[in-house]
């Protein structure tokens, strides 16, 4: 019984060494992919691209099933529709309504992760996913339930302490959350949320450049042609005055109208054609 005994604490011993050297390595695994990630999205610079890298990433690198990334306005408490990486069952529409017992709200309240590692059985995925106005007395199953989601993480998307969206992750095989996998998952997301807040900026800084430019385009044909303008209707005048008796003096106030309005013509054509560069 000692030498069992002796036995048996040894070999627990080589079971808890060998355990946590698979975690060490999992989380090895993890962090040389997130930075890889980090890379990849890194590149992309269009929101659309930068969503589709992130959840392309998410489902790979977290070993999910389905991976969800809602964009949210803080201004106006909104969400937008999600992007969807993995494979899920059905075409029902999913609800963009934030009930305040529903668990994007808690999350986004908090601006803390939510973790289920059963799923199946937390209120926030079941009993409180029902839409506002669905009518109790029919059966409602989540999406939770419809897809078979055994386990759930919900992290908020945090940037400069807004955030920017939310990102779930589903498994359909039950699923724990050790401490090593919830800081990397906490990585993915920041790293997910300044993708995000740099894309975006990106877009405002386009958008207000081109709004410049349409501005500059703007006041330049309106400076050229209303040089023109003026003085081709004071040319119109002088020849309809002289159309009877000079017709001689006449020409020569068409012939300058003629020219006034090719030198217009080609100010609105030399603007126009700047308007083919691909940047603009």
Request: with cysteine.
């Amino acid at each position: 019984l000692a030498m069992l005994q002796s036995f048996i604490t040894q070999a627990a011993i080589a079971i808890e060494k060998a355990q946590l050297f698979e975690r060490m390595n999992r989380r090895n695994q993890a962090l040389t992919s997130l930075h890889r990630v980090g890379q990849s999205i890194g590149v992309a610079r269009a929101l659309p691209q930068v969503l589709q890298e992130i959840g392309v990433n998410a489902e790979r690198v977290l070993g999910a099933d389905i991976v969800m990334l809602y964009r949210y306005n803080e201004e106006e408490h909104r969400l937008q529709s999600p992007l969807i990486t993995g494979t899920v069952w059905g075409n029902r529409p999913l609800s963009l309504d934030i009930k305040e017992d529903g668990v994007l709200a808690k999350i986004i309240r908090e601006k803390a992760s939510h973790l289920a590692s059963d799923a199946l059985a937390d209120p926030y995925l079941t009993d409180y996913a029902r839409p506002s106005g669905y009518p109790k007395s029919v059966r409602y199953r989540s999406f939770t339930q419809r897809q078979n989601i055994k386990s759930f993480a919900g992290v908020p998307l945090l940037a400069n302490g807004h955030i920017v969206g939310v990102m779930c992750v589903n498994y359909r095989k039950r699923h724990q959350f050790a401490n090593d996998e919830q800081q990397i998952l906490e990585l993915f997301a920041q790293q997910a949320a300044i993708a995000i807040k740099n894309a975006e900026v990106n877009e405002l800084t386009h958008e207000l450049a081109a709004r410049e430019e349409r501005s500059r385009l703007s006041r330049e044909l309106h400076d050229s042609i209303s040089q023109y303008l003026p003085a081709i209707s004071l040319m119109a005048d002088n020849a309809r005055a002289l159309l009877i008796r000079d017709p001689a003096r006449a020409q020569d106030w068409l012939d300058k109208i003629q020219l006034a309005a090719h030198a217009a013509s080609s100010k609105v054509d030399f603007a126009v054609f700047q308007l083919r560069s691909v940047g603009l």
